[in-house]
Structure formats: structure tokens, C-alpha cells
């Protein structure tokens, strides 16, 4: 655990980039819960969540091989930002799903969503190898592994406790 806290501590540029991705990943975990949600209030079917995880998954799969070529020959920061500033109007764009009910617009907004997630996710491990000094490079992979798990649960157990607070529509009898 020292490793950790030193890491965080000494090295300002891997702490700013660990920070943006625990609330990214917060964000995202959230995101997860709410969209089953959202499915199943406007589908009101199981098969409609199967397609929410083929959304969310087919892009990464289908994308990433291409982000890590794009991450390889063009500057990884500028990736990062561009994918991340194009991911927040197309999660935007899910108001328009809460207020027309398009399900295909849902989806379609998905899937842009994690195709942009395909560019990002290469071109920040690519950042991390650059900022941390060789011999610090295990415990940065291994924190990052670490907070993946714990903002996976956070992330979840956050939104499961907001949910009956957030988005419901209340009935008055």
C-alpha cells in the first residue's frame, strides 16, 4: 500500500491522470446501472438488455485493434482529449433518449459512446508506461487494476442506492 501512496505522492502527472480515471470509471459504472434502467423503463424487455451489452461491448471489440494502431502514431494525449470531449455530447445526447423514448437512439448513442471509450482506453495505457519511471511501472498497472475493481463496485452500489432518488417517476397514490 505504500507503493501506492508514494506513487500518488511523488509523481503529479500519474496522480492527475489515476484522479481523471476514478471518476471516469465512477462515471461509467454509474452509467452502467442507469442505462439498464433507462432500457428497461422505455423496452420493458429482457432482450432489450442483452442489446444494451452488445452495444456496449460489440464497439470495444470491433474498435479497439484500430485505437491501439491510432494510439501508436498519433500524439496520446490529444487522443484522449478529443475522444473524451466527443464521449461527453454524445452522453448529452442521452437526454433526448429520457425525453423522446427512442430506443434505437439509445442505442445508437451506445454504441458511439464506447466506440469512443475503444479510443481512449489504449492511448491512456500508452500515457501511463510515459509518466511513471520505469521501476514504478508495476505499480501503476497494478493500481490501475485496483481501481478498476473497486470503482466497478462503487460505482454500482452508488447507483443501486440512488436509484429509487433519481429518474423515478413518482405517483402520487
Known amino acids: 500500500m505504500q507503493e501506492y ?18 471518476v471516469s470509471q465512477l462515471g461509467d459504472w454509474f452509467n452502467l446501472i442507469a442505462a439498464a434502467e433507462l432500457i428497461t423503463e422505455l423496452s420493458n ?14 464497439p470495444l471489440f470491433l474498435f479497439s485493434p484500430l485505437a491501439g494502431v491510432l494510439a501508436d502514431r498519433y500524439n496520446r494525449r490529444n487522443l484522449m482529449v478529443i475522444s473524451d470531449v466527443l464521449r461527453a455530447f454524445v452522453v448529452l445526447g442521452f437526454l433526448l433518449v429520457g425525453i423522446t423514448g427512442q430506443v434505437w437512439l439509445f442505442y ?7 466506440a469512443l471509450s475503444a479510443l481512449f482506453t489504449p492511448a491512456r495505457s500508452a500515457v501511463v508506461a510515459m509518466v511513471v519511471e520505469r521501476h514504478e511501472l508495476v505499480t501503476a498497472n497494478a ?13 454500482r452500489c452508488l447507483a443501486g442506492l440512488l436509484r429509487p432518488f433519481l429518474g423515478q417517476k413518482r405517483r402520487l397514490c
Do not use: K, P
Open 5 to 22: 501512496i508514494s506513487l500518488l505522492r511523488n509523481n503529479s502527472n500519474y496522480r492527475h491522470l489515476w484522479l481523471g480515471n476514478v
Open 45 to 58: 424487455s429482457g432482450v432489450a438488455i442483452s442489446y444494451l451489452f452488445l452495444a456496449r461491448f460489440l
Open 108 to 114: 445508437l448513442l451506445t454504441v458511439a459512446q464506447f
Open 143 to 155: 493500481l490501475d487494476s485496483f481501481t478498476w475493481s473497486t470503482m466497478l463496485a462503487l460505482g
